[in-house]
Nanobody, 123 residues
Framework: QVQLVESGGGSVETGGSLRLSCAASQYTYSMAWFRQAPGKEREGVVC????????YYLDSVKGRFTISRDNAKNTVYLQMNSLKPEDTGMYYCAANRWTDCPNTIATLDFSYWGQGTQVTVSS
């Protein structure tokens, strides 16, 4: 069983930045970030593999969010810049041990989940 622990959420004003971290208890090949706004479904944001490939699923975050990994630490990061109020929500880390990032992402694609970290962007 893989344990995922997220950190780094918080409250910022529009235009601010946050860096989320997700540490896995053991090796995972693909790690992804999802987010869920109040009253909305959880949506996939970005996924990265241990091999270095990255897939962004939301056009709205391209150019503002950057995923990176420290494979030695089994940790994935999400650098979020130029934050907007619509980025507000709970951010979840998800992972699979041996499966590649999907071409189209869904919650069912991932076996392991973190507890989530809240991101709030005020206008």
């Amino acid at each position: 069983q893989v344990q995922l622990v997220e950190s780094g959420g918080g409250s910022v004003e529009t235009g601010g930045s946050l860096r989320l971290s997700c540490a896995a208890s053991q090796y995972t090949y693909s790690m992804a970030w999802f987010r869920q706004a109040p009253g909305k479904e959880r949506e996939g944001v970005v996924c990265s593999t241990n091999g270095g490939s990255t897939t962004y699923y939301l056009d709205s975050v391209k150019g503002r969010f950057t995923i990176s990994r420290d494979n030695a630490k089994n940790t994935v990061y999400l650098q979020m810049n130029s934050l907007k109020p619509e980025d507000t929500g709970m951010y979840y880390c998800a992972a699979n041990r041996w499966t590649d990032c999907p071409n189209t992402i869904a919650t069912l694609d991932f076996s392991y989940w973190g507890q989530g970290t809240q991101v709030t962007v005020s206008s």
